[in-house]
C-alpha cells in the first residue's frame, strides 16, 4: 500500500468534514478525499461532486473542487514565492493558504506522523477550528 504524501483535515464552516490526502509514486500523482465518520452523521455535503459517503473519492489529477478554492494570477504567484512551492503545485498552495480560504471551506495541513486515529483525534481537539 501507498502511503501519502501529503494530507490536510478539510472543515466545513469550522467542522471537520474529512481528510484529504496526495499520493505519490514514480509515475504520477492520485488523491482521495475521505469524510470524516462523524461528520456523516450531522454534516452536509462539501460540495455538489461530494455526497455524503463513507466510499473515498479517488482522483488521478488534482480535484477540480479544492483546485478552485485556490488563488489564481498574481495572487497565486505571491503565495508560491511567499510558501517556497511551485506555483503549479496546486495541492502544496491549498496547504499553504487553506485556512483562510473566502467561503465554507478550510485546509489545514495534518502532519504525516499523525495517521493512527488516537494522534489524529488528539491533532485535531488542539489543532482543530
Known sequence: MIKP????????NGTLAGLLQEFTDLKAERYRFTYDTSYLIKGVPIGYSFPLTETPFEFDTFPTF??????????????????????A????????????????ISVIPVPLSLLSAGTQEKYRNNHGM
Do not use: M, P, V
Open 5 to 12: 504524501n501529503r494530507q490536510g483535515h478539510i472543515y466545513c
Open 66 to 87: 479544492f483546485a478552485n478554492l485556490i488563488s489564481e494570477g498574481w495572487l497565486r504567484t505571491h503565495q508560491a514565492k511567499r510558501a517556497r512551492l511551485d506555483k
Open 89 to 104: 503545485d496546486s495541492f502544496g498552495l491549498l496547504l499553504a493558504n487553506g485556512k483562510e480560504l473566502i467561503g465554507a
